[in-house]
T-cell receptor
Framework: ETGVTQSPTHLIKTRGQQVTLRCSSQ?????VSWYQQALGQGPQFIFQ???????GRGNFPPRFSGLQFPNYSSELNVNALELDDSALYLC?????????????FGQGTRLTVV | AQSVSQHNHHVILSEAASLELGCNYS??????LFWYVQYPGQHLQLLLK??????LVKGIKGFEAEFIKSKFSFNLRKPSVQWSDTAEYFC???????????FGSGTKLNVKP
């Protein structure tokens, strides 16, 4: 167990709909990063939140957005879902205030868009 | 842009065979290097990491990796694999902002009993 929990574990949505995925970070961590892992691929960086502010973004369109709350938990929102958004979405928790620390990953949310 | 290449997409070994999985990255500056493992149905777990110092790092479950700066490589090794090592292995790099990872496409290891 990593102490990073994601919900829901599985989700099926229809093309065009919106989805919200949630992540609770590990105690003591103030940074949450989101990754998309398509089938047969490695995780791709979506964006990162540090102390409630976006702190870097990967090559994903604006319909991918996020939030971080005062307790450092986070949400990933995807609007206007497309079939290619079907993937495993991973959340990683870490601390930016300590150097050379690792990130801990949750089990992910499996999103299927039909 | 940073990139990570894993040369072997699918490896099949018998128990007790030796393992080496290749990983090369492209980035000119200082990097932190990682190997993660993903067992079926489970979350990504850290096997080992390199930040600085001895380029030969030892991780959990008998795995080790060697950082060769001149070759931009960080290959993963294990002298004798077990059936329980069946999983997908990901090499990852971060640089600068150390919490943004760039992952390779992964290597699926299948160990036959």
């Amino acid at each position: 167990e990593t102490g990073v929990t994601q919900s829901p574990t599985h989700l099926i949505k229809t093309r065009g709909q919106q989805v919200t995925l949630r992540c609770s970070s590990q105690s003591g961590h103030n940074t949450v990063s989101w990754y998309q892992q398509a089938l047969g691929q490695g995780p791709q960086f979506i964006f990162q939140y540090y102390r409630e502010e976006e702190n870097g973004r990967g090559n994903f369109p604006p319909r991918f957005s996020g939030l971080q709350f005062p307790n450092y938990s986070s949400e990933l929102n995807v609007n206007a879902l497309e079939l290619d958004d079907s993937a495993l979405y991973l959340c990683a928790s870490s601390s930016m205030d300590r150097s050379n620390t690792e990130a801990f990953f949750g089990q992910g949310t499996r999103l299927t868009v039909v | 842009a940073q990139s990570v290449s894993q040369h072997n997409h699918h490896v099949i070994l018998s128990e007790a065979a030796s393992l080496e999985l290749g990983c090369n990255y492209s980035y000119g500056g200082t990097v932190n290097l990682f190997w993660y493992v993903q067992y079926p149905g489970q979350h990504l777990q850290l096997l080992l990491k390199y930040f600085s110092g001895d380029p030969l790092v030892k991780g959990i479950k008998g795995f080790e990796a060697e950082f060769i700066k001149s070759k931009f490589s960080f290959n993963l090794r294990k002298p004798s694999v077990q059936w329980s090592d069946t999983a997908e292995y990901f090499c990852a790099v971060n640089a600068g902002n150390f919490n943004k990872f760039y992952f390779g496409s992964g290597t699926k290891l299948n160990v036959k009993p």
